[in-house]
Nanobody, 122 residues
């Protein structure tokens, strides 16, 4: 079992930056691919980014490529999502997720956090 807790969300203006954190506890963090997803009101949950076990590989949705950066610190059991140049359309609840057999949008993520709200005003 893995417990995931997101933090770092908030209300910012367009063009600002935020860094989300996802603290993990339980099973060995470095065994998991870490993914980031988001869900806006009235919309389905969508994939945002993923970072591999070592942190050496990342994968992004086209909508955030070049603006968001996924990373991890296995010594701290924490994954991060650095979000720059935020846009109003980035407003959503952001979730981190852990997977042993998934990459990007392929496969299923086994564990999910509770989410953190990101609101970007114009």
């Amino acid at each position: 079992q893995v417990q995931l807790v997101e933090s770092g969300g908030g209300l910012v203006q367009a063009g600002a930056s935020l860094r989300l954190s996802c603290a993990a506890s339980g099973r060995t963090f470095s065994r998991f691919v870490m993914g980031w997803f988001r869900q806006a009101p009235g919309k389905e949950r969508e994939f945002v980014a993923a970072v591999s076990w070592s942190g050496g590989s990342t994968y992004y949705a086209d909508s955030v490529k070049g603006r968001f950066t996924a990373s991890r610190d296995n010594a701290k059991n924490t994954a991060y999502l650095q979000m720059n140049s935020l846009k109003p359309e980035d407003t959503a609840v952001y979730y981190c997720a852990a997977a042993t057999r998934a990459w990007g949008t392929s496969g299923e993520y086994d564990y999910w956090g509770q989410g953190t709200q990101v609101t970007v005003s114009s």
